[in-house]
């Protein structure tokens, strides 16, 4: 993300996906005071954190410039509304668990949870207006989130709420594979496909009843809003670039990499 003015350098920036920017409040000081215009000229890939407002001056920023652009977390009922009506141009929509299944108040999160007829509407377009289920990963510890941080963890709970989802029929696997894997793949233009010649990366589950307890995370973050939800479909098994780096009991330490 980036939160400084827009200079000319950002022209030649390369090997990054999406320049981020947030155009509404969240954790920290990440609020984008520079020119929008000027950064749409440039026509790198942008993503966005924002409101309808900052939604509406990026699409029409986006159709000016032809410049890619990927809105993130969108929670209500009037920006999947008006993003309906762009899908044929260069713009790509995505959405979160919690936004999809929390009730206005329960988390303090950003963008702020909606309405039983936010949700509604988030769900109706699944596949269609949204492209993309994202975690929207917020690792802050219980210490943070008394404070006041915004967002929750979601990588532990991210793929078993998915499944829980399409083991309970209110989506099919077809339509998930689509939003969490394929589509994002094709977004950020990074190991399209499955099969040969392709990296081996890939997921094997189960459809086994669980229980959360996010006592057992991995992650810093030891709390979520669905602790002792019971969830059906859990991850078995993940293989990264043809190697076993989890199998339901130990995780093999791994090398990051520039991405």
Do not use: Q
Request: aromatic letters at 10%; proline letters at 3%.
């Amino acid at each position: 993300g980036i939160n400084f003015s827009v200079t000319e350098d950002l022209k030649f920036f390369d090997g990054y996906k999406f320049i981020k920017i947030f155009l509404t409040e969240t954790t920290g000081k990440l609020l984008f005071k520079g020119d929008l215009d000027r950064l749409f000229s440039y026509r790198k890939p942008i993503a966005i954190h924002s409101d309808i407002a900052g939604m509406k001056k990026c699409v029409k920023l986006s159709m000016k410039y032809g410049t890619k652009l990927h809105i993130c977390h969108v929670s209500k009922k009037e920006e999947i509304k008006f993003l309906k009506k762009y899908k044929t141009h260069n713009i790509t929509v995505e959405v979160t668990p919690h936004h999809l299944l929390l009730p206005e108040g329960a988390e303090n999160v950003k963008p702020d949870l909606g309405t039983e007829e936010d949700r509604k509407a988030l769900w109706k377009e699944l596949g269609r207006t949204v492209d993309v289920i994202g975690s929207d990963h917020a690792p802050h510890t219980i210490e943070e989130k008394k404070k006041g941080a915004y967002g929750i963890p979601g990588i532990e709970t991210f793929l078993p709420l998915c499944l829980d989802l399409a083991f309970r029929k209110k989506i099919s696997f077809e339509t998930l594979a689509l939003l969490i894997s394929e589509n994002p793949s094709r977004i950020v233009s990074e190991k399209k496909g499955f099969g040969t010649g392709k990296d081996a990366d890939f997921t094997v589950v189960e459809d086994k009843e669980w229980i959360v307890d996010s006592r057992k995370f991995y992650s810093k973050s030891k709390f979520s809003p669905f602790d002792g939800m019971r969830l059906r479909g859990r991850i078995k098994t993940v293989i990264l670039r043809g190697e076993i780096i989890y199998d339901g009991e130990k995780v093999k330490k791994i090398e990051s990499r520039e991405m």
